[in-house]
């Protein structure tokens, strides 16, 4: 009895279970909310591919099915950010990225966020697929509910450094572009910093623990040099998707964060690693 009792209480605090269910709301919220149109058989591939391989790596690597929250997670993240009219390319997309996780790996680590080059692989392979920056819109609600979720997660796996280094850098340079030195409304940057896209991006995908620098140093920096790029890339370049292609280039770096600055690596869940 003991023993399940502690199972259960690692099992509640599995910051994961945090993540499903925030994320599983911003996708009933852009339905429902945001009159997206929603494609319900898309959405059961990406969830279903991802899942059945997940369970079918574990089968023949770890033996770890406490993976599949992470897959699930990795589902939801396909289903906000990639968009599709075949179904074979939202499989393809699912396939990838779960697979990457146990294909692409160096010290205990996959290199890539799985749903970013899930949705790398697909944009590139395919030509069936895009991502939609303008869906979520900009709005102080959307603002608030996606920070106020995002907040928590990252305070259960403290990884709220990132966001915050990343955020500061990023909105003080497109501060001073665009209301000190080009004289606009500061509207007009809330508008930009309100990006659903970019506050699902900054608040879920860098910072996935399992793919970001370890030592709170490191993840400074690299979120800083993140930040920096990105706002080049999209006001220089125009590159409204740019977020979603620097993370995929970076990323190989990490291990290089990882090897100077010496930390353990975070593990979700002491019990089901």
Excluded at 46 to 72: D, H, R, W
Excluded at 207 to 220: E, F, G, L, Q, V
């Amino acid at each position: 009895m003991k023993t399940l009792i502690r199972v259960f209480k690692h099992e509640i605090n599995d910051p994961r279970y945090f993540q499903i269910i925030f994320l599983g709301s911003f996708l009933l919220f852009g339905i429902s909310y945001l009159d997206w149109d929603a494609n319900v058989l898309t959405y059961s591939v990406f969830i279903a591919t991802a899942l059945i391989t997940q369970v079918l790596f574990a089968f023949f690597t770890t033996k770890n099915y406490a993976s599949i929250k992470s897959g699930m997670i990795t589902a939801l993240g396909l289903c906000l950010l990639l968009k599709t009219g075949e179904l074979w390319v939202a499989s393809l997309g699912a396939f990838v990225a779960i697979s990457s996780k146990y294909i692409l790996r160096l010290r205990g680590k996959h290199i890539f966020n799985p749903a970013n080059i899930g949705i790398i692989v697909s944009i590139l392979l395919t030509n069936q697929a895009w991502i939609s920056p303008g869906q979520w819109g900009s709005s102080m609600l959307l603002w608030f509910f996606i920070g106020a979720a995002g907040l928590m997660m990252l305070l259960k796996v403290s990884r709220l450094d990132t966001t915050i280094a990343f955020f500061l850098t990023f909105g003080l340079l497109l501060f001073i572009r665009s209301v000190v030195y080009l004289g606009w409304e500061p509207e007009v940057w809330w508008h930009q910093m309100s990006n659903g896209t970019l506050l699902l991006f900054a608040f879920f995908m860098i910072t996935d623990p399992m793919t970001i620098p370890n030592h709170a140093k490191a993840r400074i920096i690299w979120s800083i040099g993140l930040a920096i790029t990105l706002f080049v890339a999209s006001s220089f370049f125009y590159i409204q998707t740019a977020a979603i292609w620097i993370l995929f280039f970076i990323s190989p770096f990490t291990p290089l964060f990882d090897q100077f600055f010496q930390q353990k690596k975070y593990e979700w869940n002491t019990l089901n690693k």
